[in-house]
């Protein structure tokens, strides 16, 4: 069952991999983590995890539900707003490669925004959504 | 073509619908509580000053004295703010009260997401989907 994540995760990263627009908003080619960003990364960067979700066990296909939330971390409010939008126009109704299995809903539900102080005193804002994947086998 | 009349008795809907007001604020209430509970049994636990943070207020009834006391009886350096009281249509708040849960539930550039508050509200809404509450707003 834990396999669907890491599917999830691949999907998410060849979506986003592939879309040089994005590549562009962000520190490097390969500015996208699942759950945690490596320490001492650049910003600004893209970060998914899972909030809620799993197999939904209603019908005997394998359907899966879940919700992700999948943000940006910048030092510019912009930015992150930036990169925000654009995740949300190849995410929002949209679909991923889920290797196995069919993305059969892909919708962002609602936004996220913040802002944390890092011990050098510098300012690192958020902004993100939580996105429902639906998957079917 | 002929024309009939007829008469609707909506008496009976009437009052329905007059008991739904009352009756979506218990039931908001109560889905509030579990909520609560829910959220609980799933936050992260050092000191366990979050967890006792988490609170419900309604328009009748307050549990932040109670939640940051117990909070800062878990952890004394806690920091604790109230949720702002429901009005309009809002009938129930909540969450935990220390200042720092956001970061915990959400995450932050350096620190993962344990995310509690979320699974609790989506379990709850499930309940409210599958049709176990919409008996209680009628009867």
């Keep these: 069952m834990s396999g669907v994540l890491n599917l999830v995760s691949t999907g998410l990263y060849t979506k986003f991999t592939g879309d040089t627009t994005l590549k562009a908003l962000v520190a490097s080619n390969t500015s996208f983590y699942a759950i945690k960003a490596p320490k001492d990364e650049a910003y600004p960067f893209v970060v998914w995890s899972l909030l809620y979700g799993g197999p939904e066990n209603i019908t005997p296909s394998d359907l899966q539900s879940h919700l992700y939330f999948i943000r940006a971390y910048a030092t510019s409010a912009v930015t992150t707003g930036n990169i925000h939008a654009r995740i949300a126009s190849l995410l929002h109704l949209q679909s991923i490669t889920v290797t196995g299995f069919t993305n059969i809903w892909l919708s962002l539900e609602e936004e996220y925004e913040g802002e944390e102080i890092l011990e050098t005193g510098n300012t690192v804002y958020m902004r993100g959504g939580g996105y429902r994947i639906r998957l079917d086998s | ?139």
């Excluded at chain 2, 008496?11 to 959220?39: C, H, P, S, W, Y």
């Design chain 2, 1 to 139: 073509m002929s024309m009939s009349t007829f008469k609707l008795d909506t008496r009976e809907l009437d009052k329905i619908i007059r008991e739904m007001d009352n009756n979506k604020e218990q039931v908001a209430v109560e889905l509030g509580f579990q909520l609560q509970a829910e959220a609980q049994k799933r936050a992260p636990r050092l000191t366990s000053a979050m967890s006792n943070s988490i609170y419900v207020v309604t328009k009748k009834s307050d549990g932040y004295a109670a939640a940051s006391g117990a909070a800062r009886q878990a952890n004394p350096k806690a920091l604790t703010q109230p949720h702002p009281k429901p009005s309009g249509n809002v009938l129930a708040n909540v969450g935990p009260c220390v200042n720092y849960a956001e970061f915990v539930e959400f995450g932050t550039s350096r620190m993962a997401a344990q995310p509690f508050l979320t699974p609790a509200a989506e379990i709850i809404s499930q309940k409210i989907n599958d049709g176990t509450y919409w008996r209680k707003l009628v009867e």
